[in-house]
């Protein structure tokens, strides 16, 4: 590895103790969520100010030395893993909500705010953030993965959230993208461009994001099916007929067992589900549950289980949210490979058929859970870590998954991103289009010191 003393000398000299080299710290930042090796930063910088991010760059990039963005870790392709080295920049400090615009339905915030940080400060003003990814995750982690989450059917992805963005570029600079204006023709829409670059073209220090008021009645529910299929044939059919649902996840009846395992409270019954939320004015909401009821009984649905309360819906939620962990409970000491593919609606049905016969096919256990109305599915491929055999299964039935959803018109990932765990999916989906994408990182970033290693092969 390179000698960077000088860099961190330096550095040192800016931050004081809020640069640690630490062993803990920086195992801490070499590892995320994800099925992928640890590779250690040289150090951990703890800015607190797009100054100090600014000077920070400015100063690794005099030197050559990698810096990688760092949310709060629960990114799930290896995107925060410092494959090179460097310096890992921790915005966790950098975590204040500047500015909430009630009357333009927007709030200006600093990376290192979680949504659950920015929720609670909204509470009083009746408005909402409605990016929710299973992990409490920070917003300048959602934006650069282009998060999205479970009301991402009615209300969008991330993509769709950000308006505009403060973001360091690789020698420094420090540039604005976009205002707070709802629409723009002025020139190229770089905040789309930042927007799921993975801190690979640089680093985001604010954003300011798109609010939604919170609707007068909420409606959740659970509904059973016999089959997966007959869950996914009512989604395609509720969506096609344009039930504006604000939530619809589908969990399979290997994930369900998990989640009496981990929810004995809840007592799901163990056959395929679909989470259902319903959001608008009472009359609306009610309409909504006699037409999706209608449609889903046609399927053979059944044991409907209402959630109007706030606290019971949020139990439900949270139980969904807390998937991952449910899923661990079917083999206790088993490590989790996390994979997520998106395909039109209209292919979902066979994609997910053909995945689970991998899955047969594979001999593993692999939990199948999605947001549905976005034909976007993920599973988690349960494996003994000290076991090559199935870890190699493991890796093989991702693939075949990733494949599959390649062949259905549709891309290896929905939403957890690149990183280093898909590059070698990308120029399959993307052809040309991929190396585009290096020029642009190229142009961007020309020593490739920006969170190299991942989306594109490095300088």
């Known amino acids: 590895m390179t000698n960077r003393s000088g860099t961190i000398e330096r550095l040192t000299e800016l931050l004081g103790d809020r640069l640690s080299t630490g062993s803990s710290v920086r195992e801490m930042h070499g590892r995320d969520e994800a099925w992928t090796p640890t590779a250690l930063p040289d150090a951990v910088a703890f800015p607190e100010s797009t100054e100090e991010v600014s000077r920070i760059v400015a100063i690794c990039a005099a030197d050559g030395c990698p810096v990688i963005p760092f949310g709060i870790g ?65 917003l300048g982690g959602m934006a650069a993965t282009r998060a999205s989450g479970t009301n991402a059917v009615r209300y969008g992805t991330m993509r769709e959230t950000v308006l505009a963005l403060e973001v360091v570029l690789a020698d420094g600079t420090v540039i604005e993208t976009g205002t707070r204006a709802k629409k723009s023709s002025a020139g190229y829409d770089l905040t789309r461009l930042f927007v799921g670059s993975e801190g690979t073209l640089g680093i985001i220090t604010k954003l300011t994001v798109r609010l939604h008021g919170v609707p007068e009645r909420i409606s959740a529910a659970t509904a059973t099916f016999p089959t997966v299929a007959a869950a996914v044939d009512t989604v395609i059919l509720a969506i096609q007929s344009g039930l504006p649902m604000a939530r619809i996840e589908l969990l399979d009846e290997v994930m369900m067992q998990g989640m009496t395992l981990a929810n004995p409270d809840m007592s799901f019954p163990e056959v395929p589900h679909l989470f259902l939320e319903f959001h608008g004015t009472e009359t609306g909401v009610e309409e909504q549950v ?112 990733n494949r599959l959803a390649l062949e259905h018109g549709g891309t290896v990932t929905g939403e957890h991103g690149v990183g280093s765990g898909k590059m070698k999916y990308m120029e399959e989906e993307h052809g040309p289009a991929w190396a585009v994408m290096g020029s642009i990182k190229r142009a961007l970033d020309p020593h490739g010191i920006l969170n190299p290693g991942k989306i594109v092969p490095g300088n």
Not at 109 to 121: A, I, K, M, Y
Not at 313 to 322: D, E, I, S, V
Not at 340 to 353: G, H, T
Not at 378 to 383: E, G, K, T, Y
């Open 290 to 401: 006699a037409a999706f009821r209608e449609i889903a009984e046609e399927f053979g649905a059944g044991d409907f289980a209402w959630a109007t309360n706030t606290e019971d819906r949020n139990r439900l939620w949270q139980a969904r949210h807390n998937a991952y962990y449910a899923c661990k409970a079917l083999r206790p000491g088993t490590a989790a490979m996390v994979t997520d593919v998106c395909v039109p609606i209209s292919a979902l049905a066979d994609c997910i058929a053909a995945s689970k016969t991998a899955i047969e096919d594979a001999g593993l256990i692999a939990p199948l859970v999605g947001h549905v109305g976005d034909g976007n599915f993920h599973l988690s491929i349960l494996i003994d870590p000290d076991a090559p055999d199935e870890l190699r299964r493991a890796q093989g039935l991702a693939h075949a998954v």
């Open 74 to 138: 629960t990114s799930l392709e290896g995107h925060v893993i410092p494959v090179r080295g460097g310096i890992s920049i921790d915005t966790s400090r950098m975590n204040k909500v500047l500015e909430i615009h009630d009357a333009d339905l927007d709030a200006v915030v600093q990376p290192g705010v979680t949504r659950s940080q920015l929720n609670d400060e909204l509470r009083a003003s009746g408005l909402m953030f409605t990016v929710d990814p299973g992990a409490d995750a920070t």
